[in-house]
C-alpha cells in the first residue's frame, strides 16, 4: 500500500530567505529591501538615491543570490524537526520555484541541513507540478504546503483532492501576503511549526504519539 505524501515548498517555510536577501542587498549593492512597500518588485530601492530598483535589475538579483549566496539562509524555527518527524510517516518531497540548473544546489543546502528529500524544481503555478508527482507517487494521501496563496490556488483547480496548508514562517512577509484559506483555496492558514505539525498528522489520519500531543 502506498504512503502518504507531503509536498512542501523550501523558501519561507523551511528555509527563510527574505532576510538573507534583504541582509545581502544592503551590504553588497546597497540596497533597501522594504516589502512594507508592497510588491516585490517595487520593494528594492538604491540606498543612495532612493530611486526604485528596474524591473530588469529585480531579477538580476534575485538570480545572484540563488546562484551565490544561498548558503546565507538559515531554517524556520521548527522546520527541520517537523519534517524529520513527517518523514517517519510519510514520503516527503520539496516543490521549490527555481530554474532547474538549480535542483542539485538546492538539494544539498536542505542536506546541509539535515533535510535529505528529494527536490522538484518548478516554474510558474504548481498545480501542474504536484499533479505529476502525484501521478508518480500514487500516494494515499497528500498534503502541499506552501506560503504563496496562488500557488494554492493553483492546486485548488488541478489536484483538489490535496489537503492545503497556507504556511509562511517569515514574521516579515506573513502580513503581506494574500491568505490562501481566506480565499477558499487552502485548508489552513497557520504560520508557526509548532501548530502546524499537529494539523498536519491529523490531515494525514496518523495517531499521534503523546510528545506530539503534549
Not at 154 to 178: F, K, M, N, T, W
Request: proline content about 6%.
Amino acid at each position: 500500500m502506498s504512503r502518504p505524501l507531503i509536498i512542501s515548498d523550501c523558501d519561507e517555510v523551511l528555509l527563510h530567505m527574505i532576510v538573507p536577501y534583504r541582509d545581502w542587498l544592503a551590504e553588497q549593492h546597497g540596497i533597501a529591501f522594504d516589502l512594507g512597500r508592497g510588491d516585490f518588485a517595487q520593494s528594492m530601492t538604491h540606498v543612495g538615491t532612493g530611486d526604485q530598483v528596474a524591473p530588469e535589475g529585480v531579477w538580476r538579483y534575485l538570480n545572484m543570490f540563488f546562484d551565490d549566496e544561498m548558503h546565507r539562509q538559515f531554517p524556520i524555527n521548527g522546520a527541520i524537526e517537523a519534517m524529520t518527524a513527517l518523514a517517519e510517516h510519510a514520503d516527503v518531497v520539496v516543490l521549490t520555484n527555481l530554474l532547474d540548473h538549480r535542483q542539485a544546489t538546492r538539494t544539498r543546502q536542505l542536506s546541509d541541513h539535515g533535510l535529505d528529500l528529494r527536490v522538484f524544481t518548478n516554474q510558474g503555478p504548481k498545480g501542474p507540478a504536484i499533479k505529476t508527482i502525484l501521478d508518480e507517487y500514487q500516494p494515499s494521501r497528500a498534503v502541499f504546503i506552501d506560503d504563496l496563496a496562488q500557488h494554492h490556488d493553483s492546486a485548488a483547480a488541478l489536484v483538489p483532492q490535496v489537503d492545503r496548508l497556507h504556511l509562511c514562517g517569515e514574521p516579515l512577509l506573513s502580513p503581506h501576503i494574500a491568505c490562501a484559506h481566506r480565499a477558499g483555496h487552502a485548508h489552513a492558514r497557520i504560520d508557526d511549526w509548532a501548530s502546524a505539525l499537529p494539523w498536519l498528522l491529523d490531515r494525514l489520519h496518523i495517531e499521534k504519539t503523546p510528545e506530539e500531543t503534549a
